[in-house]
């Protein structure tokens, strides 16, 4: 199951659930879950209602998710985020702004909470530029978030360092300007990431520690000047690291989507870092039961990850077992709210007239 944010945190506090629990609990069938992007520090979160790691609270509710995934046979990771830029001083500790490599501004706008308590968009602002004095700050950032989630249960970690967000931020040429150590060649852009690696692999051991990137991703106004140079070297660094899984979200989203020939420099890129990374490499995006076990018959991937087909599926695995038709996802529900869109779509058992157990203890509602 790929990390999906569902932005259904308990507020004030950004705090997971029991109602979170319940959802994860229903997906337990997936061989491994990987959680909901899951900010390692305020300063970390960019969206309104998206759970945290970093406070007490919070590794107390994601306890009663591990423990119901657990219960019902299920594995999770959890997937450590930084946000950088993408943010907004409402959502920021003591309204300051937003922390990026560079004062470079995202198109677009961040989802905030307004006073009435609802979701609004609101334009992006210009980030502050990190000064190389707080690095190691950003690093203990996601290493107290490693050990928070050991605390919390947990399985292993992804370290999220794609879709635009803070590492990803580093890593690609359009977001980062620097000229310390941080900044030009790729081998300083990746620093961030493999200083993040290393800490966290100090808490889980590199075995425990997947890395989600996102090589020609566009989300978030992000772009790499030469993606096959950038993405092949940082393959071929983490290869080095004898991590769980390198995790990419697919450059042929939109074409396998949309049914159209893809050009060849994604088909290329994804050879690429096949070759340069030796270990376990799992791709999501766009991929149904047939491209899925294709690609892995191919050896174009170890693992496939599927995102909204789960969001409307929660026994994915046995209606691909039995070739059962798919529910449909509504994406009008994917974002805040409660048990609508998010733990009322019904399993097969639950078709054939079956009662589904009660999973939301109502005491602790
Ligand atoms: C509602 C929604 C929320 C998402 N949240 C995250 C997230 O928190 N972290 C992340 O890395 N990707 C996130 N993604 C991307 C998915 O993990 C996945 O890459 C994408 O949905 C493509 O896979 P699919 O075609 O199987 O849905 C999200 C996607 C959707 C639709």
């Known amino acids: 199951m790929a990390p999906l944010t569902r932005s259904r945190a308990r507020q004030p506090g950004n705090v997971p659930t029991p109602l979170n629990a319940c959802y994860y609990s229903q997906r337990a069938s997936a061989g ?7 900010q390692v520090s305020q300063q970390g979160q960019g969206y309104a209602w998206t759970p945290g790691i970093h406070t007490r609270e919070q590794i107390d509710g994601w306890q009663r998710v591990t423990d119901a995934v657990h219960k019902a046979g299920g594995l999770m990771f959890i997937q450590l985020w930084h946000v950088g830029r993408i943010s907004h001083p409402r959502l920021q500790p003591d309204h300051m702004p937003p922390v990026a490599p560079s004062p470079v501004k995202p198109e677009g706008q961040a989802f905030i909470e307004n006073e009435r308590g609802e979701g609004q968009l609101v334009p992006f602002v210009t980030p502050r530029a990190l000064q190389l004095e ?12 490693a050990r928070n989630a050991q605390e919390a249960g947990f399985d292993g970690v992804e370290i999220h360092s794609a879709n635009g967000y803070l590492l990803d931020q580093f890593i690609e040429s359009s977001t ?9 060649s790729v081998d300083n852009r990746s620093r961030l990431l ?10 889980w051991g590199s075995d425990r520690v997947g890395v989600r990137l996102s090589p020609m991703g566009r989300a978030n106004d992000i772009s790499d000047e030469d993606p096959a140079a950038t993405f092949g070297y ?24 949309d049914g159209t020939e893809p050009d060849s420099r994604p088909i290329d890129l994804l050879k690429r870092i096949r070759e340069k990374y030796r270990g376990a490499l799992m791709l999501a995006g766009g991929f149904d039961q047939d491209t899925a076990e294709g690609w892995i018959e191919q050896g174009r991937a170890d693992l496939i990850a599927f995102g909204r087909k789960f969001i409307a599926n929660p026994d994915l695995p046995d209606r691909f077992r039995q070739r059962q038709p798919l529910n449909s996802d509504d994406p009008t529900t994917y ?19 079956e009662q589904p157990k009660p999973c939301v203890d109502v005491r602790w509602r």
């Open 176 to 184: 980062n300007h620097r000229t310390d150590r941080y900044g030009g």
């Open 194 to 203: 493999m200083e993040v690696v290393e800490g966290v692999a100090g808490v």
């Open 335 to 353: 974002y805040g709210g409660g048990e609508r869109g998010y733990t009322d779509y019904p399993t097969l058992a639950h078709e054939r007239g």
């Open 32 to 38: 491994l879950i990987i959680s909901e992007a899951t």
């Open 134 to 145: 707080e690095m190691p700050y950003i690093v203990e950032q996601y290493v107290r978030g």
């Open 234 to 257: 940082v393959a071929e660094r983490l290869s080095d690291r004898k991590l769980a899984y390198l995790h990419l979200v697919n450059p042929l989203l939109a074409t396998m989507q």
